[in-house]
């Protein structure tokens, strides 16, 4: 029986996979994601709607998510200035995995995104964060190491930083 915590660094982990294998990707970028897989043929100005993302950021997004191979633009038959969006190629198959675990259900990774958004209080929460998190939260307690060997073996640095921006931000506290 996989517990909650294992469900919620497993689907964190396949999120980091459709993102390029970017645990530095934003938790809206996997959000967006998720809204263009729900909606596919949606256009920009449907998901910052949908997602209340203003138009620059939705801008910077779609385009990370372009040059990562993640989307695809289509032509618009109706509308030459708008762009259909859809999800294509290893970030469908990864964000698929993920959504096994809501039953294939949009709307429920929606929610634990933003719940996991809402419990880390920053700006711009990553997947490298929500991963700490969701170990803390499987593990019940760990050290620091024990935390920073559950990650995705990016920079010593950058893993540490993340964790102890969550330590200063009373996020988390150190063990």
């Known amino acids: 029986m996989t517990t909650r915590g294992q469900k ?88 698929d995995s993920a959504l096994d675990y809501f039953q294939g259900n949009h709307n429920n990774l929606k929610k634990f995104l933003e719940g996991v958004t809402k419990i880390l209080k920053q700006e711009k929460p990553t997947l490298r964060d929500a991963r700490i998190l969701s170990t803390l939260y499987e593990k019940g307690a760990a050290t620091k190491a024990e935390v920073l060997d559950n990650l995705y073996n990016g920079p010593a640095t950058t893993d540490n930083r993340a964790y102890n921006k969550l330590v200063d931000e009373g996020v988390i506290k150190s063990g």
């Open 8 to 95: 919620a660094c497993l689907v964190i982990d396949h999120l980091v996979e459709a993102l390029g294998n970017d645990p530095s990707s934003s938790l809206r970028r996997a959000m967006i994601l998720n809204d263009i897989d729900q909606h596919p043929g949606t256009t920009q100005t449907e998901i910052m709607n949908r997602l209340s993302i203003d138009k620059s950021a939705m801008n910077r997004e779609i385009e990370w998510l372009f040059n990562y191979g993640c989307v695809m633009r289509q032509e618009s038959e109706e509308d030459g200035r708008a762009k259909p969006l859809e999800i294509c190629g290893y970030s469908k198959r990864a964000l």
